[in-house]
């Protein structure tokens, strides 16, 4: 079943008419490593599986898929919105240090870092085009978490199993992120289903990247996504099939995805080509769905004014200042708004906008997400007991 409050919550959390209002601290992304540690305490056994990108509307779309309908008949689903962005980079970093994206700093597939004093690619480790794990800075002190839910597991004598892509497994992220737990790299899917559900004590982590892989490449409404969505959801389905007494399987998403063009993307750097001389790094952070600029000291009004000119209504475009007095980001550390930039381009439903510079800053894909549509930024926590 739904739960009711969370359900109202979600759907109440507006800003600026369609677009969502982050829950931070309650029904939010961010209250998710707090639950899977209550579940910890509470069962012998968690599975924890982020499905990337099977957002709350995907979700509902198939419904009628057997693990759709049995967690919402027999589990208990509780409905978040995603924090800001709604990214990968946010969401798997806040899931695997316990903290917030206003205190992690990591908010985006590109975006400013200061150990590396330019922009990079914080999972990849590298500067933006360039080969990963090649940034060439301490890692540990160009990730310097606080915390991780690992070691805070660990301090509870809850031993932690994690199961991943053996393509990125190893990475420097993963590495820092998750240390402390005994990584279990696959190949095949299969064989991470059959290794979680073997796992005898603590919790284990499963993260399934199919949908968001197919979306980005094919579209969301694609024949691909809609194949690869019934495929995790069927590996779901095998996983609930695989439980026993004393589990409980909790799934989770880091956000949705909409529709994009690359044909239709509105690059800043064309539309108005001295927008460049404006900037103090060259490219931008974020996505076609969130765009970032650092600007000049005493610019950001040019900035400000001459993107809303151009725009118009296909976008906003605001001050950053804006949007974390709004509490867009929640509660805001120095580590993040040093990061952040100073000028935010939101483009509306329907449209993206970017920096064209390839091979790095180019719109190539035909799903995307970062933004604070519905579709891309309400989520949710579900949880089946064995």
Same mark, same amino acid.
């Given at each position: 079943?739904?739960?009711?409050?969370?359900?109202?919550?979600?759907?109440?959390?507006?800003?600026?008419?369609?677009?969502?209002?982050?829950?931070?601290?309650?029904?939010?992304?961010?209250?998710?490593?707090?639950?899977?540690?209550?579940?910890?305490?509470?069962?012998?056994?968690?599975?924890?599986?982020?499905?990337?990108?099977?957002?709350?509307?995907?979700?509902?779309?198939?419904?009628?898929?057997?693990?759709?309908?049995?967690?919402?008949?027999?589990?208990?689903?509780?409905?978040?919105?995603?924090?800001?962005?709604?990214?990968?980079?946010?969401?798997?970093?806040?899931?695997?240090?316990?903290?917030?994206?206003?205190?992690?700093?990591?908010?985006?597939?590109?975006?400013?870092?200061?150990?590396?004093?330019?922009?990079?690619?914080?999972?990849?480790?590298?500067?933006?085009?360039?080969?990963?794990?090649?940034?060439?800075?301490?890692?540990?002190?160009?990730?310097?978490?606080?915390?991780?839910?690992?070691?805070?597991?660990?301090?509870?004598?809850?031993?932690?199993?994690?199961?991943?892509?053996?393509?990125?497994?190893?990475?420097?992220?993963?590495?820092?992120?998750?240390?402390?737990?005994?990584?279990?790299?696959?190949? &095949?899917?299969?064989?991470?289903?059959?290794?979680?559900?073997?796992?005898?004590?603590?919790?284990?982590?499963?993260? /399934?990247?199919?949908?968001?892989?197919?979306?980005?490449?094919?579209?969301?409404?694609?024949?691909?996504?809609?194949?690869?969505?019934?495929?995790?959801?069927?590996?779901?389905?095998?996983?609930?099939?695989?439980?026993?007494?004393?589990?409980?399987?909790?799934?989770?998403?880091?956000?949705?995805?909409?529709?994009?063009?690359?044909?239709?993307?509105?690059?800043?750097?064309?539309?108005?080509?001295?927008?460049?001389?404006?900037?103090?790094?060259?490219?931008?952070?974020?996505?076609?769905?969130?765009?970032? /600029?650092?600007?000049?000291?005493?610019?950001?009004?040019?900035?400000?004014?001459?993107?809303?000119?151009?725009?118009?209504?296909?976008?906003?475009? &605001?001050?950053?200042?804006?949007?974390?007095?709004?509490?867009?980001?929640?509660?805001?550390?120095?580590?993040?708004?040093?990061?952040?930039?100073?000028?935010?381009?939101?483009?509306?439903?329907?449209?993206?906008?970017?920096?064209?510079?390839?091979?790095?800053?180019?719109?190539?894909?035909?799903?995307?997400?970062?933004?604070?549509?519905?579709?891309?930024?309400?989520?949710?926590?579900?949880?089946?007991?064995?």
């Amino acid at each position: 079943m739904i739960e009711a409050a969370s359900e109202e919550a979600v759907e109440g959390a507006r800003w600026r008419g369609d677009r969502v209002l982050p829950l931070c601290g309650s029904y939010c992304f961010d209250t998710v490593p707090d639950r899977i540690e209550a579940l910890c305490r509470a069962h012998e056994r968690v599975i924890v599986v982020l499905a990337d990108a099977l957002g709350w509307h995907r979700l509902c779309a198939f419904a009628d898929e057997p693990f759709a309908a049995r967690l919402l008949r027999d589990g208990l689903v509780t409905r978040l919105t995603t924090q800001f962005p709604s990214t990968t980079v946010a969401h798997v970093t806040t899931l695997c240090t316990g903290l917030p994206v206003g205190r992690t700093g990591f908010y985006e597939w590109f975006q400013y870092h200061e150990a590396a004093n330019g922009l990079v690619a914080p999972l990849l480790f590298a500067r933006p085009g360039a080969v990963p794990g090649s940034l060439g800075v301490d890692a540990a002190a160009f990730y310097a978490f606080e915390d991780t839910l690992v070691a805070r597991l660990g301090r509870q004598d809850i031993p932690v199993t994690t199961f991943q892509n053996a393509s990125h497994s190893a990475s420097p992220f993963s590495r820092i992120a998750l240390a402390g737990s005994t990584a279990r790299p696959f190949a &095949d899917p299969a064989d991470a289903l059959s290794g979680a559900a073997a796992v005898v004590r603590g919790m284990t982590f499963l993260y /399934l990247d199919a949908v968001d892989s197919a979306c980005h490449a094919y579209g969301p409404a694609s024949a691909e996504a809609t194949a690869a969505t019934r495929e995790v959801l069927g590996a779901l389905e095998q996983l609930a099939g695989m439980l026993t007494p004393g589990t409980a399987l909790a799934v989770t998403a880091d956000h949705g995805q909409v529709a994009a063009a690359p044909e239709r993307c509105l690059y800043l750097n064309r539309i108005w080509p001295e927008l460049g001389d404006l900037l103090a790094l060259p490219g931008v952070a974020g996505s076609p769905r969130d765009v970032f /600029l650092h600007v000049r000291d005493g610019h950001v009004d040019e900035v400000v004014g001459g993107l809303r000119e151009r725009l118009g209504e296909t976008a906003t475009v &605001d001050p950053i200042e804006t949007l974390i007095a709004d509490g867009i980001f929640g509660d805001v550390t120095d580590v993040l708004r040093r990061r952040l930039g100073d000028v935010v381009v939101l483009p509306a439903d329907g449209h993206e906008a970017y920096w064209y510079a390839p091979p790095a800053f180019e719109q190539k894909l035909h799903g995307h997400h970062g933004g604070l549509s519905p579709e891309e930024a309400h989520t949710w926590f579900g949880v089946l007991e064995a």
